[in-house]
């Protein structure tokens, strides 16, 4: 059984699924506009530093504050 | 009956590029009512129908985050409808970019999807009359680039004669963002067969790009390029812009000396009104147009939105949160757009400090001041000159946005919305030149509106305060403008410059910073070129010099700035304080900017 790791911890390369999302209502929904939602499959493109999480979820780029990844739980695919 | 069509899609998408070839010469340039974001429209014929175009600003989706998505939504739920939508979409990011057709398709538009940017593949496994059947609108793949491509989206708009307004039953306004995504993939499974496509280029610039040490020092690098090349490529223009322009307007003052029925007064107010006031501020619109062209390059480029994403966390460090840092960089054009621009940040506290930060990033108005001093006093090293003032610019912003935190009480931790980051990036991809010249041509438009205008009107009250009261000779101490300016110049003194010329330049500055220039081609009666950079060079020292050009970059920016500083804050007291403000820490920096000059150039005066 895998546990859920933050979108923040993860490294640069690495697929996973979004497995909760431990935001507000405003924040949930403007993720899950840009395809960040429960389910959602993204890759993590570059996570550097104290810099955003770059994320590609549905074919698009995406930087992500980290303060705003560390609300986001993700499971590894592989 | 014109036919009204309006042109939506994500951020580079191409839309500007659609919008430029099928409307060609027909653009018309407006502000949205109350605003000041562009609105572009056009008025084309087409199959004998008469159609109106309009671009809307790039939006990723109709709940409005940013003040482009305010005005996309504010146009579509207007009461004039529109009678049908195109909406670009890149082939290669399918997914993303049809979300925004879900929320389209929920208000009931009628909207005709256009397929660009497909590739070399040119398209290939994309199957656009499966798109069509799964969203029950029509799909076309085109490349905006081609005016007759174009046009195909615009027949099936035409075409479509709002058939398609009806509720959509695929898509309701209460569908969660999960659910539409979820529906078009499903769609998407059916109807494209790709391989999955890393664009690796990207990825490894980003490696720099995106770094949080190296981010912040490539976009200088960039910057520091931007003014380098601005010199460099204007510089061949300008000597153009002398020959066309120099032998025209002399001859012009000559013809008017010598036509008997003119007032004897008025050879004086062509040359030293007019002309010279006009020419000073005109001769340098070949560096604005590179500069803008330049910036344009870059944020067509896609790697704009990097450098928001990258120097986000570095601007968070001082107070400016979240989404300030997009407002700042547009602050490098015009300061009157970064500051509304601010709407985008929610929590009341941020957006305060970002107003009142932006009007210390240097905008394109104060360019002319910086090119003709640095090119008197540091020739071959202008580009240096104007970088290092646009980062002091810069760094001032932020150190008062540091220093203003604790003064503005409340709204710490108020939820999550404080300083949420979420930026797209979109491919990077070569800027298409055609859009490029259009945005350039429009800034330079905007830019002699203002001649004609603001600064025209203020080089002729100008010509008048140094040519009364009558039999005073012309811009002498005596005239008005020299008493004027005399009142002030004291107060200057500390700072090097002391010359009412100089006092006087700066009180004018208040009403737009091109008037600087203008009101000492004015004041000296010398116009622009050669003689007006003679006599700065006998007035100013260097130290003065660099005092002045840091003063002219910091003190209160112009009145249409303080006007968008009220009406944002809504609070006269504020606007009035900020002035005091602005004009303070530009005399502080000045001063210790001109000592630290002396002290480096060796040699403390007397």
């Not at chain 2, 951020?11 to 572009?40: D, L, M």
């Not at chain 2, 990723?60 to 009461?79: F, G, N, Q, T, W």
């Not at chain 2, 497909?118 to 398209?123: A, M, N, Q």
């Given at each position: ?78 | 009956m014109t036919f009204r069509i ?37 008025l084309i014929r087409l199959d004998g129908k008469e159609i109106e175009l ?29 009678d049908a ?66 046009l195909?989206?615009i027949r099936l708009a035409l075409e479509s004669k ?445």
């Open positions: 059984m895998k546990t859920p790791q933050r979108l923040s911890d993860m490294s640069c390369g690495r697929e996973c699924v979004v497995v909760e999302i431990s935001a507000g209502r405003e924040l949930s929904f403007r993720l899950g506009e840009l395809g960040i939602f429960k389910g959602a499959k993204l890759s993590v493109a570059k996570s550097i530093g104290k810099g955003p999480v770059i994320v590609r979820v549905f074919g698009g780029e995406l930087a992500i504050g980290r303060g705003q990844a560390e609300k986001i739980l993700v499971e590894c695919l592989k | 309006a042109l939506v899609g994500n951020p580079n998408v191409g839309k500007s590029s659609f919008f430029n070839s099928v409307s060609g010469e027909s653009q018309k340039v407006a502000n949205w009512p109350g605003k000041t974001i562009e609105k572009r429209s056009a309009t671009d809307l600003p790039g939006a990723y989706s109709l709940a409005p985050l940013s003040e482009d998505e305010r005005i996309v939504l504010d146009a579509i739920s207007s009461k004039e409808k529109f939508i195109i909406q670009i979409v890149n082939s290669s990011n399918l997914e993303r970019n049809l979300y925004l057709t879900t929320d389209l398709l929920s208000r009931g538009e009628n909207v005709v999807c256009a397929i660009n940017f497909l590739g070399p593949s040119g398209g290939q496994g994309i199957d656009e009359k499966a798109l069509g059947k799964g969203f029950g609108i029509p799909f076309v793949k085109v490349d905006a680039r081609k005016k007759e491509s174009a195909q989206a709002g058939a398609f307004r009806k509720k959509s039953a695929l898509f309701k306004r209460s569908d969660s963002p999960k659910r539409r995504y979820l529906a078009i993939s499903g769609i998407l499974k059916g109807a494209v067969k790709r391989k999955a496509t890393t664009p690796k280029t990207s990825l490894d610039f980003d490696s720099f790009a995106l770094n949080p040490i190296l981010g912040p020092l490539l976009f200088l690098a960039i910057m520091f390029g931007i003014f380098h090349l601005t010199f460099l490529l204007s510089e061949p223009i300008n000597s153009l812009f002398d020959l066309l322009f120099g032998a025209p307007a002399e001859l012009a003052v000559e013809l008017a000396e010598r036509a008997q029925f003119l007032p004897k007064w008025f050879p004086s107010l062509l040359e030293n009104g007019i002309l010279a006031g006009l020419g000073a501020v005109i001769s340098f619109l070949p560096q604005i147009a590179t500069m803008s062209f330049l910036l344009y390059f870059l944020e067509d480029s896609g790697y704009l939105a990097r450098a928001a994403a990258v120097l986000d966390s570095l601007l968070r460090r001082f107070g400016l949160g979240g989404k300030a840092i997009i407002p700042m960089l547009l602050g490098f054009g015009c300061n009157v757009p970064a500051i509304m621009g601010t709407r985008i940040i929610r929590e009341e506290r941020a957006k305060k400090i970002a107003i009142l930060s932006i009007p210390f990033m240097s905008c394109s108005a104060r360019l002319p001041v910086y090119v003709l001093f640095s090119g008197v006093f540091f020739p071959g090293k202008e580009a240096v000159a104007v970088f290092c003032l646009y980062v002091l610019g810069f760094a001032v912003a932020l150190l008062s946005a540091y220093f203003m935190k604790p003064l503005f009480s409340g709204g710490e931790g108020a939820g999550e919305g404080r300083d949420i980051l979420l930026i797209e990036l979109p491919k990077y991809q070569f800027p298409y030149p055609k859009n490029l010249v259009v945005d350039t041509r429009e800034s330079l438009r905007s830019f002699a509106e203002r001649a004609g205008t603001i600064i025209l009107g203020a080089s002729v009250v100008m010509w008048f305060l140094a040519s009364a009261p009558y039999g005073v000779e012309y811009g002498s101490k005596e005239s008005l403008a020299g008493s004027i300016g005399g009142i002030f110049s004291p107060v200057f003194a500390p700072l090097g410059f002391d010359s009412w010329h100089a006092s006087l330049a700066i009180i004018n500055g208040m009403v737009a910073k091109e008037v600087v220039i203008s009101s000492f081609a004015t004041t000296y009666g010398t116009g622009e070129g050669a003689e007006l950079s003679r006599r700065i060079s006998d007035e100013f020292s260097p130290d003065a010099a660099v005092a002045f050009m840091i003063f002219v970059l910091l003190y209160i920016p112009c009145f249409a700035a303080l006007g968008a500083i009220r009406s944002e804050t809504g609070s006269w007291k504020t606007t009035f304080l900020a002035s005091i403000y602005y004009v303070a820490v530009a005399y502080i920096f000045a001063l210790v900017g001109r000592f630290a000059f002396l002290l480096f150039s060796g040699g403390i005066p007397a």
